[in-house]
């Protein structure tokens, strides 16, 4: 696989072809060198690769069409800073954490009872230290469904039911690296996800516990604004869909924060989200009426057609002039979808043919 076949095959995702402002993206030629290591010598499916590559190009293009902030603030994670209850918790769960007997023998064996130091540098080296020692890293072959493929690199066969997409181990270094499912740090991979299934930690704050003995914050909630794109891939080279793009605020929070905390964390990620935007009006209910009639009848009306369809069917307010019919219509699906409607109209194969004059073939 070179990356001249990832972009034949990415802009064949896309319907025909990359966008110049992708090409000119700083981060397009690094990921395209990305997704060829990614086949040639981790072993991952073409196929997924190139899906994972159409996906970052189709969420920058929505992002730039449809978002008018920076994209440093569109997406944002904020903890709810602990109170004396939550910090004494947390001391509390990491105590309990570390006389488990996995998290002792792991500590025992390959630490020899001496955590290193907690800086990510101390980290990085740990960690590298034993990649190398491990050998070639496990890839997932997906059992009892298609046709199997042989990874040249070390693999393990598991049903298609169980199976994981990756074999990573995250720390909160420069990128997660895939593992060896038997080595060091497989079963360090193991360890942190059991830790933080239990203890509601994230793998990297379990990775630095096991490591470093650092006590992972636990915080009465975390509050996050992301512009939505809600991704369905029908298939492995066809693109995804965007419904609905809009920005979004997911609060998860503990029940000891009051009502008012509560609302002054939605208020004040609301206002975060909503500065330098316009302010946008309700969608009227007319409006929201005629995007769903505008998307039902794309195909197969010509705009005056669907003109005259609107009228008859008595939505309340009737169009006597098609480009008044077509502006409304196009506008109003672009506010709710945050999309441009694609109008097919009659389509090529209702198109009517010339007709032949009298002695010609």
Not at 105 to 126: N, V, Y
């Amino acid at each position: 696989m070179d990356i001249q076949t990832v972009v034949g095959l990415v802009a064949r995702s896309l319907g025909g072809s990359i966008p110049d402002q992708i090409r000119q993206h700083p981060e397009w030629s690094e990921r395209l060198e990305n997704a060829v290591r990614e086949v040639n010598d981790y072993g991952v499916e073409v196929p997924d690769a190139i899906n994972s590559l159409g996906s970052w190009i189709r969420n920058e293009m929505a992002f730039a069409a449809g978002a008018r902030r920076s994209r440093k603030d569109a997406s944002e994670v904020v903890l709810v800073p602990p109170d004396a209850r939550f910090r004494a918790l947390a001391e509390i769960l990491a105590t309990e954490a570390a006389e488990r007997p996995d998290v002792r023998s792991f500590r025992g064996e390959l630490l020899k009872d001496r955590l290193i130091a907690p800086d990510l540098e101390s980290l990085d080296g740990w960690i590298r230290r034993f990649q190398n020692e491990d050998g070639e890293p496990t890839m997932t072959q997906v059992t009892g469904g298609g046709a199997s493929r042989e990874y040249p690199l070390h693999y393990l066969s598991v049903p298609a039911a169980d199976h994981e997409d990756d074999l990573f181990l995250s720390w909160g270094g420069s990128r997660p690296i895939l593992v060896r499912v038997d080595g060091v740090l497989g079963r360090l991979r193991f360890l942190a996800l059991t830790l933080a299934a239990r203890y509601g930690w994230s793998q990297p704050e379990a990775v630095s516990f096991v490591l470093a003995g650092r006590t992972p914050s636990f915080p009465r909630g975390r509050v996050e604004t992301f512009w939505r794109l809600d991704q369905r891939a029908n298939s492995s080279y066809e693109p995804e869909w965007h419904f609905p793009s809009e920005y979004v605020v997911r609060l998860e929070l503990s029940v000891s924060l009051s009502p008012r905390e509560t609302a002054d964390l939605y208020r004040h990620a609301r206002e975060s989200m909503r500065r330098g935007r316009r302010r946008e009006r309700p969608i009227s209910l007319h409006s929201a009426e005629l995007a769903v009639f505008a998307y039902k009848n794309r195909v197969g009306h010509t705009w005056r057609d669907a003109m005259n369809l609107w009228n008859n069917e008595e939505h309340g307010q009737e169009y006597s002039e098609v480009r008044l019919f077509t502006r409304d219509a196009r506008e109003a699906f672009r506010r709710v979808t945050q999309m441009e409607l694609s109008w097919t109209g009659l389509g090529r194969a209702k198109q009517r043919k010339p007709r032949q004059r009298e002695g010609t073939r």
